[in-house]
Structures are given as structure tokens and as C-alpha cells.
């Protein structure tokens, strides 16, 4: 048997795996890349395989970056079947074609610029039509279901505790009369939080491929960070001011809308301290939807919330926002008021319209309440940059900006360690996914001292041979080239960061020699690592 790694490695996203055996050839997740733009334009190259070829994908969740290439393997030949949770098919039919949406919007953008300047036209990644096509592939499984794929592969989903429908899988696959029992955690989520139930442990498995993403860091206390949410709301309001809020559209914004609905039916009851809360985001508001449909799902408290007859994602100052119209109107408004809004990362989405009609203005208050891949507006803003370009216009960042860890979704360090303590039988080794450097070698270390597991952090395209019990290592030449070309885009891009970040001090400072060296410096390594990847490029013939 032989596992690749297409994606999500020593990155977050762009989650993809290929396990091949004799006979058949599964994948894993199928996630969109996201953050800088040479990162993103990998959704565009072919993918590392033939999706004619791929039997099955398995599909973790619905968060984009482990489903959002799913209509390109369409498109390019895949006619398997998507195996998932009902949730997770439901969720990703809207996502899917919400990026989709995007997409289009954005390659219509691109392309009245190209023909303005003559350049060719390009296509967007996949269409809407297309998005709902890749939908009809899906098969949906309950949790705690056997699922029997043929004679040598089975699978069972456990709740990741991720977001609504997420699983770990634990895939089992026989090859000349041996089985070999994988577990992949996808994304695992954090105990105690609301609506959804703790992710499920697993007491065995011969390999794991585990997430990473928090794997050097201790996130904030859920209640504290609750606590802070309402006091920046409310000191915001005081001082007449909005709140805006990237939240994912699916689980974040809902775990959002069920909190302060018991905070402003229960706490805070007195009219005039209820701030309206708008939720404005299309997806969200038909996420919001489908986590109603499927409050089988929920945790106890949840459930009891609604026998009680408290519908937790309707209250007084609560309102959805369908239509672009209101949205706009929104930024016209100058009452206090709070503006939750997709994307996560302030990538796309309606929320870079309310960034740019509001980040100057210091009576207003920015707050993250999730991940931030390297290169999204959103981790540039919390890297304290000055200004940003939104839409065309250079704004500055004027307001307050708050980056609240206690929301996070994804396990940290010290949840994956008490997960892993479940473990009745260790795993022979582990792969460590799904995180950027710095948190892939904490857990890789975590691993090794805490548990006595061998763990491996794969690089784009690595390939591992499991026979009788042994891993070993697939070496290819394209490979070892393919990743150092990502080396030197994540060096250039920090470089170009730089010397922004350079200039606009040369700006404010414009007698400084030692700033302008410093300048010429930093542009001629750019110009060098440019040349590097021009003869990669030449070598991978593109």
C-alpha cells in the first residue's frame, strides 16, 4: 500500500491524500489551497494523479480547504463515490457552490482587466452548474455506521467535534491477506464548546494521520474569550462605533448566534443594551438552516436549549441579511451594531466591502475569531499592517483589532495530547498534517517524547510504501523540486512583506540611508530568489 501527500503539508490547507493499493485508489479530502496567491494558484495545476482512476474519496467535513477542489476532480474525470456524513454533503453543496460564486465574480473582475490590456482570458476553477454536478457523487453515512466499500475496505466515521457532520475516520484496508487499520482525524475539534458533541477517541490504529494546525499552542479560555467578545461589543457601542466579525460561515457564525442568544435572553436582558447583531452572509444564513434540520447532532445542552422551546439561533436584536441592498445599507447606518460576516480570513465575501467602509475609523473594533492562513487579509491585518488594499482603494487600519483564540474549532496542543492518551493500542507511526512548520515539529516532538510514536511531516507529493508492518520512503526527483519551488514562494512572498512594511517607514523617515540600504538589499534577494525559481520552473518544463 502507498499513501502521497497532496496538500496541507507544512501548510493548513489544500488537504488531499492518495491511498493506492493493488486494486483500488482512494483519496482522502479534496481541499482548495488558500492564503497568498502563489499558494492559490496551485487549485489550478493538474492534480499529482489521474481522477479517472480514483475509486472513492472520503470526505472528512465541508470546510472548504478540505472539499473545495471536489468539482475540478469532477471535471476532470473522477466517477467514484464521495463517502461523508449527511451534514457534511448538505454543507458542502452550499460551500461548493458559494466558492464557486466567488470564483466567477472574481475571474469576471480579473478578465475585464486582461481585455483591457490584451491579455488572454482566464476561466474560474469550476462554475456553479458544476459545483451542484460534484454533488450527485456523494453518498452519505451516519456516524458510528460500518461502511463497506468492497471486499477490502471499510470505514466508520467518529464525530471530530469540528463542525457540524465532521468525522475522523477510521479506514481499514486488506492487501495480500494483511489489514492495515489507518485512522485520519481530519479536523479535530475542541471539547466542551457549544452545540456540537466532544470529538469521539480511538483506542487503536497501525498509522495516523493527524491535524496539527494548533500543535504548538494553548488557546485561550472559551469563557474568557466569550467574556471579551461582549466587553469589545459593548465598549464599541459605547463609543458609537461598529464591531465587525470574519467568522466561517459554517459552525463559527452558529456557534456565534448560539452564545449571544443566551447572553441577550438570559444575561443581558435590559432593551437598551441590546446592540442589533447582523448576520450577513448568505452561505451562513443557509448553514444556519441545515444546523437546524439536524439537531440530532447536537450536543445535551443544545437539545435541551430547544425542547425548552428557545429556538438558539433566533432572538430580539438578531437580524439575517439576505440581499445586497441591505448589506450596503449597512455601511450608511451610523448606530452602534455588530456585523458578522463570511469570509474566516477576510479573503472574499461580503465582509471586505464592511473592511473597506470601516477600517480607518478608530471608534470601530475588528475581531478574528478563528484561524488566519499565512497571506489572507486577515493575517496580514493581525500582522499589524498599516494599510491594505481592498477593492481597488488603500485604506488604513485605524480601528482596534482583537484576535480572540478561545473560539478556535481546532484542537490544541494540550486536547491532541489528552486525545492521543486514549489510545489502548499505538500507532506504528504517525504523519503529521495540516499545520505550518513551527506547529508540525511541536506535535512531531510531542509525539515522540509524550507517546514513544515515530512520527514523519511529509512535504508536497512525499510517498511512503506500508508493507509487513514497515514504512519506507518514495524518492522522486520532481518531487524534491516541486517543494523546494514552494520554499522559495514562501521566501519571496515574506521578502515582498518586508520591504512593504520597509517602505511605507521610508515614507515617514525619508532622509534615512540606513532604511533605503536596507530597502536595496531586500529587493536585490528578491530579484535573486525570482531567478532560482525561473530555472525550477524551466527544469519542471512550466
Known sequence: MEIKFFGATKIVTGSNILISTEKYKLLLDCG???????????????????????????????????????????????????????PTMQLSEIMLKDSAHIQQTDIEWENNRRRRSGE?????????????????????????????????????????????GSAIVELWIR????????????????????ILKDPEYIKDADYLIIESTYGNRVHEN???????????????????????IPSFAVGRTQELIYELNKYYEYINTEEYKKIPIYIDSPMAIE???????????????????????????????????????????????????VIISASGMANAGRIRHHLKHNLWNPQNSLV???????????????????KVKLLGEEIIVGLEVYNLQGFS?????????????????????????????DAANSLSRELLYDFGIESI?????????????????????????????????????????????????????????????????????VTEAKNVLLEINLLLGK
Open 32 to 86: 482548495m489551497f488558500q492564503g497568498a496567491k502563489e499558494i492559490e494558484n496551485l487549485n489550478y495545476s493538474a492534480f499529482p494523479y489521474d481522477p479517472k482512476q480514483i475509486d472513492y474519496l472520503i470526505l472528512t467535513h465541508a470546510h472548504i480547504d478540505h472539499s473545495g477542489r471536489i468539482p475540478k476532480l469532477v471535471n476532470e474525470g473522477f466517477r467514484g463515490r464521495i463517502i461523508s456524513t449527511k
Open 120 to 164: 488572454e482570458l482566464k476561466k474560474p476553477l469550476y462554475t456553479i452548474e458544476e459545483a451542484q454536478h460534484s454533488i450527485s457523487y456523494f453518498n452519505a453515512y451516519n456516524y458510528d455506521q460500518e461502511i463497506t466499500l468492497n471486499d477490502d475496505i471499510k470505514l466508520i466515521f467518529r464525530d471530530a467535534g469540528h463542525i457540524l
Open 175 to 194: 492487501e495480500y491477506n494483511s489489514t492495515i487499520k489507518i485512522v485520519y482525524t481530519g479536523d479535530l475539534g475542541m471539547p466542551k464548546r457549544p
Open 222 to 244: 472559551y469563557i474568557d474569550s466569550m467574556n471579551e467578545l461582549i466587553e469589545i461589543i459593548e465598549n464599541t457601542a459605547n463609543r458609537g462605533g461598529t464591531v465587525l
Open 287 to 337: 448553514a444556519t438552516r441545515i444546523f437546524q434540520e439536524n439537531a440530532i447532532f447536537f450536543d445535551d445542552e443544545a437539545k435541551k436549549l430547544i425542547l425548552s422551546g428557545d429556538n438558539p439561533f433566533e432572538f430580539d436584536n438578531l437580524r439575517y441579511v439576505q440581499s445586497q441592498e441591505e448589506s450596503m445599507n449597512l455601511n450608511k447606518a451610523q448606530y452602534p451594531k
Open 368 to 386: 478574528f475569531v478563528g484561524y488566519q492562513a499565512e497571506g489572507t487579509l486577515g493575517r496580514l491585518i493581525l500582522d499589524g499592517v498599516k
Open 409 to 437: 474549532a481546532h484542537a490544541d496542543i494540550l486536547h491532541i495530547r489528552e486525545w492521543l492518551s486514549h489510545f489502548e493500542k499505538k500507532p506504528k507511526k504517525a504523519f503529521v498534517v495540516h499545520g505550518e512548520v
Open 457 to 525: 511531516i511529509p512535504n508536497f507529493g512525499d510517498g511512503f510504501i506500508i508493507k509487513d508492518g514497515f514504512t519506507s520512503q518514495i524518492s522522486d526527483l520532481d518531487i524534491n523540486i516541486l517543494n523546494e519551488r514552494f520554499d522559495i514562494l514562501n521566501e519571496i512572498e515574506l521578502l515582498e512583506d518586508e520591504i512593504k512594511n520597509l517602505k511605507l517607514l521610508i515614507e515617514e523617515n525619508k532622509n534615512d540611508k540606513i532604511l533605503r540600504k536596507s530597502y536595496d538589499i531586500l529587493k536585490n534577494k
